[in-house]
């Protein structure tokens, strides 16, 4: 496992106001993000992501490719979000750097800002945003 992704996947989940979403098979769930985990941790390909009130467990070998976005969303609503995404080209999770329909205004500057310093340090540091992410070793 690459120290980076569970790096990564602590400070996302060190960081408040966000919200993971986990997706498969015609279910999404939305998990708002306190910026306090109890746990972040990886085990072979397996990471674990634990709050007071939920956790998620991810294989990792299952992405492919991680890519930060920038999209068209609601209405007249932008989504900024970091996507882990699997062969086929579907989320397994995507984090958003909030996203305004749930914070019920437009992206501040500051908001942005995250975004863009996640986005720079994580794609240069680690390439991600490339294909063949599940096989970096």
Known sequence: MLPDVQ???GELSRTPSLICTVSRDGAV???FLDGDPRTVECS???ATVEFSGWHIHVDLSTIVRMRF????SH???MSAYLSFDDAE???VLRFYFPHPSHTYRT?????LALFGRFKEQYQKDCGLGI???GRKQ
């Open 7 to 9: 790096q990564l996947l």
């Open 29 to 31: 769930s939305e998990l």
């Open 44 to 46: 072979g390909t397996w």
């Open 69 to 72: 976005d920038e999209v068209q």
């Open 75 to 77: 209405a007249d609503s």
């Open 89 to 91: 080209g579907k989320a």
């Open 107 to 111: 992206y501040t500057a500051e908001d």
């Open 131 to 133: 294909s063949d992410f």
